[in-house]
């Protein structure tokens, strides 16, 4: 059974970098869309962007100039990276599975999110 | 903004049927999946492709679309449904869109 696990700070500090990482246990990072997906408090899941087992990466265009991510297949693990952050970058991030088809875009695992608040 | 619609909350008794909206225009050109999210718990992924139910999933869940509205059913509904439901759909600019979450109570 897949698990995903969500790591890293638990506070930012505003104009910096957010860095999350996120763990693959019981399977293999290869093949599927690996997402991270937020939810602000008060506000519903906003998808921030997705990255393939090769490399490849798209992500949201409201977010596209800030975002990056990376997959690191040895250590089953994909990153997200967030320049600039400001207040509203606060909210709960979760790492997800994603399964890809025409007009179909399904996430069937989830992390159980990692909480980040962005204050001096 | 919320692009895809769904009602903040829905209560309903024990052993009844639960019916939860989600409308957008995005639909009509989409799959829709629907995922449950209890209290403490990871999101769980309970309807995909508009009406497919993963494996181990109850088959009181069902879903169905027509259009731009899409409905998530729970029948026989059981205390250990509340929760909060989210809609989501592909979109061909923002790749994904989730709706803004319902609360059912039961």
């Known amino acids: 059974q897949v698990q995903l696990q969500e790591s890293g700070p638990g506070l930012v500090k505003p104009s910096e970098t957010l860095s999350l990482t996120c763990s693959v246990s019981?399977?293999?990072?290869?093949?599927?869309?690996w997402s991270w997906i937020r939810q602000p408090p008060g506000k519903p899941l906003e998808w921030i962007a997705y990255i393939y087992h090769d490399g490849s990466t798209n992500s949201n265009p409201s977010l596209k100039s800030r975002v990056t991510m990376a997959v690191d297949t040895s250590k089953n693990q994909f990153s997200l990276q967030l320049t600039s952050v400001t207040a509203a970058d606060t909210a709960l991030y979760y790492c997800?599975?994603?399964?890809?088809?025409?007009?179909?875009?399904?996430?069937?695992?989830w992390g159980r999110g990692t909480l980040v608040s962005v204050s001096s | 903004s919320n692009e895809l619609t769904q009602p903040p909350s829905v209560s309903v008794s024990p052993g009844q049927t639960a019916s939860i909206t989600c409308s957008g225009d995005r639909l009509a050109s989409s799959y829709v999946s629907w995922y449950q999210r209890r209290p403490g718990q990871s999101h769980m992924l309970i309807i995909y492709?508009?009406?497919r139910r993963p494996s181990g999933i109850p088959e009181r869940f069902s879903g169905s679309k027509s259009g731009n509205s899409a409905s998530l059913t729970i029948s026989e509904t059981q205390t250990m449904d509340e929760a909060d439901y989210y809609c989501?759909?592909?979109?061909?600019?923002?790749?994904?869109?989730f709706g803004g979450g319902t609360k059912l109570t039961v």
């Open positions: 492709h508009d009406s």
């Open positions: 019981g399977g293999s990072i290869s093949s599927f869309y």
């Open positions: 989501q759909a592909w979109d061909r600019s923002t790749i994904v869109v």
């Open positions: 997800a599975r994603g399964e890809v088809g025409a007009k179909s875009w399904y996430f069937d695992v």
